[in-house]
C-alpha cells in the first residue's frame, strides 16, 4: 500500500493463542492474559524496543466483563509493557480486528505514527457472542435497539 505521504505500512510478524474449544483448557484464561500472551511473543519475536510502539489497537466484540475496559490497554499492560503506550479496543463486530489492522496501517501510512500493535481478543467461552447485546437488561435495557424512536421507525 502507497500512502498520500507516501509512506508504506507493513506487518511484520503474526501471532494468534493457541485454539481451543467451548469449555476447554482456555476458556478459564482471562481475555487480558490471553492477549497478553501474544503481545510477549511478538515483542520477543521481533526484537522491537516496546517504548518505541506509538498504539495498541485492538478488535473485541463483546467488550463487557473481564473485555471492558479498554482490552487492548489492558492486555498491554497485563504483558508488562510500558505504562506510557496508549491503548484503543474497535468494535466492528465481526470485523473488529481487521478494522483495527486498517487503523493502525492508516495511522502509519499518514505519517501520525510509526510503530502499531494491532491484534484482537475474545473469550468466547466465558462471553458469547452477542453477550454485550443482552447486558444492560440490569438497568433496565432490554436490548440496545428499544425506546430508539428512529430505530423503530425504521426497522420495527
Not at 38 to 64: L, M, S, W
Not at 65 to 84: D, F, H
Not at 87 to 109: E, P
Request: hydrophobic share 40%; charged share 15%; aromatic share 6%.
Amino acid at each position: 500500500m502507497t500512502s498520500v505521504t507516501g509512506r508504506e505500512a507493513y506487518v511484520i510478524d503474526a501471532v494468534r493463542t493457541p485454539v481451543g474449544k467451548r469449555g476447554g483448557t482456555l476458556s478459564g484464561q482471562h481475555p487480558a492474559d490471553l492477549g497478553a500472551h501474544v503481545i510477549r511473543a511478538v515483542v520477543e519475536r521481533t526484537g522491537i524496543d516496546p517504548e518505541v510502539v506509538d498504539d495498541v489497537i485492538f478488535g473485541c466484540v463483546d467488550a463487557i466483563g473481564p473485555q471492558a475496559g479498554n482490552i487492548a490497554r489492558s492486555a498491554w499492560l497485563a504483558a508488562g509493557m510500558p505504562l506510557g503506550v496508549p491503548g484503543t479496543t474497535v468494535d466492528r463486530q465481526c470485523g473488529s480486528s481487521q478494522q483495527a489492522i486498517h487503523f493502525g496501517a492508516q495511522a502509519i501510512m499518514s505519517g501520525t505514527q510509526d510503530v502499531v500493535l494491532f491484534g484482537g481478543v475474545q473469550n468466547m467461552s466465558a462471553l458469547p457472542i452477542s453477550s454485550a447485546m443482552l447486558a444492560g437488561r440490569e438497568y433496565g435495557f432490554d436490548d440496545p435497539f428499544t425506546g430508539s424512536t428512529g430505530w423503530v421507525e425504521r426497522f420495527g
